[in-house]
């Protein structure tokens, strides 16, 4: 079972930047692959970034490309997403979550595990 911990959220004016943490705990972190999504309200909760097992690849939501960035630390068993050039439409609660496999996904159903996760108000 794999315990997940998000954390860095928070209220920014557009054009700020937040860094997300989000921390595992149980499995084997090194083996499986991570992802970010976004759920704000009455919308479903949508992909936003994700990263492989080793860190050697990610993909992003076209809408965050160039300005998230996915990282992730295996000794600290935490990944990270950096989020410059806030806007108010990536204002939504950010969820991390883990897979069973180790390559990248976009999918809900590419997740076992799920955060509980971490709110991000952007105000113009």
């Known amino acids: 079972q794999v315990q997940l911990v998000e954390s860095g959220g928070g209220l920014v004016q557009a054009g700020g930047s937040l860094r997300l943490s989000c921390a595992a705990s149980g499995g084997t972190f090194s083996t499986y692959a991570i992802g970010w999504f976004r759920q704000a309200p009455g919308k479903e909760r949508e992909f936003v970034a994700t990263?492989?097992?080793?860190?050697?690849?990610?993909s992003y939501a076209d809408s965050v490309k160039g300005r998230f960035t996915i990282s992730r630390d295996n000794a600290k068993n935490t990944v990270y997403l950096q989020m410059n050039n806030l806007k108010p439409e990536d204002t939504a609660v950010y969820y991390c979550a883990a897979s069973r496999n180790p390559w990248i996904g976009m999918m809900r159903n590419d997740y076992a595990y799920w955060g509980q996760g971490t709110q991000v108000t952007v105000s113009s």
């Open positions: 990263i492989n097992s080793s860190g050697s690849r990610t």
